[in-house]
C-alpha cells in the first residue's frame, strides 16, 4: 500500500483545510486508516482514525468536533476535514494505515504517507 497525503495550506485561524490521502491496493477498504500530526520539536501525534469495514471512527480530544475523518472505498481516499483551526494544529500531518491494528499510537501503523504542512496563523 502506497499512501500520498494532500491539502496543506496556510490558513487563518478559524478557518478550513481538507486533507486527502490517496491509497494504492485493491484491499485498501479493509484497512485502518489515521492521521498523526507532528508539530517542530513534539512527538508525532495521533489526530483521528477511521478503521475499515465498519468505518468506526475516533478522534484526539482537542479535535473533536473541529476535525471530522472520513473514507471513500470507491475511490480508495481518506480525507480530515478540518474546522474552526487553531494555531496550535499548526503541524504536519501524515496518513497512516494498517491492516490489522488501528490504535492511536504510531507504532501500530505499518504504512505511511510523506506529510502536508498544515499552517494556521493567529
Known amino acids: 500500500v502506497q499512501l500520498q497525503a494532500s491539502g496543506g495550506g496556510l490558513v487563518q485561524t478559524g478557518g478550513s483545510l481538507r486533507l486527502s490521502c490517496a491509497a494504492s491496493g485493491r484491499t485498501f477498504w479493509r484497512y485502518a486508516a489515521a492521521w498523526f500530526r507532528q508539530a517542530p520539536g513534539k512527538e508525532r501525534e495521533f489526530v483521528a482514525r477511521?478503521?475499515?469495514?465498519?468505518?468506526?471512527?475516533y478522534y484526539l480530544d482537542s479535535v473533536k468536533g473541529r476535525f471530522s475523518i472520513s473514507r471513500d472505498n470507491a475511490k480508495n481516499t481518506v480525507s480530515l476535514q478540518m474546522n474552526s483551526l487553531k494555531p496550535e494544529d499548526t503541524a504536519v500531518y501524515y496518513c497512516a494505515a494498517d491492516a490489522v491494528r488501528s490504535g492511536s499510537s504510531p507504532n501500530e501503523y505499518y504504512y505511511w504517507g510523506q506529510g502536508t504542512q498544515v499552517t494556521v496563523s493567529s
Open positions: 477511521i478503521r475499515g469495514g465498519d468505518g468506526s471512527t
